[in-house]
Structures are given as C-alpha cells and as structure tokens.
C-alpha cells in the first residue's frame, strides 16, 4: 500500500484502547491519535488483515462501535403537512 495516496492508515495497539493514524498532505504527514478513558476499539482480531473502510464505519469506529453493522435505520424523507 502507498502512504502517499489519499487514505487514512490506522493502526491499534495490543490493548485497542487507542488507535493513530497517519495520512499524506502535499507537504508532509498528519499523525492523528485517539485514545479511550474507558472501553476498547472493536478492532479486527486478524493483525495481518487489511481492511477498506467507508466513512461511514469511520465514524462507527471513531464512535466505539464495529464497523460491520448488521443493519441501519434508512433516513426518513420530509413529507408535507398540510
């Protein structure tokens, strides 16, 4: 994988009370860091498995969540009231 493309690369430690991040700007790398006061990231148990990931299980991750949900609630539309 090229660090220098436009992804995310994020790694977690033994615990999975903490994860960092690393992602390529035209003039250098972001390191970003996130760590739990309680709980633990619902991290894979495969340490040689890489996985793609949407925003959307960003955000689930980042959350606390797994970032393979069985089902979502879909958005409602906005209906008239008349």
């Known amino acids: 994988l090229d660090p220098f493309e436009n992804s995310?690369?994020?790694f977690?430690?033994?615990k999975t009370?903490?994860?960092k991040g690393i992602l390529w700007e035209e003039d250098g790398?972001?390191?970003?860091?996130?760590r739990l006061d309680e709980g633990k990231?619902?991290?894979p148990k495969n340490n040689d498995?890489?996985?793609l990931l949407s925003e959307q299980q960003l955000?689930?991750?980042l959350e606390g969540l797994g970032i393979e949900?069985?089902?979502s609630i879909r958005k409602s539309r906005a209906t008239k009231i008349m």
């Open 69 to 71: 949900q069985k089902c």
């Open 8 to 10: 995310l690369f994020l």
């Open 41 to 43: 990231f619902q991290w």
């Open 29 to 34: 790398f972001l390191l970003l860091a996130k």
């Open 12 to 14: 977690c430690g033994r």
């Open 49 to 51: 498995e890489v996985l």
């Open 17 to 19: 009370s903490s994860i």
């Open 59 to 61: 955000r689930w991750l």
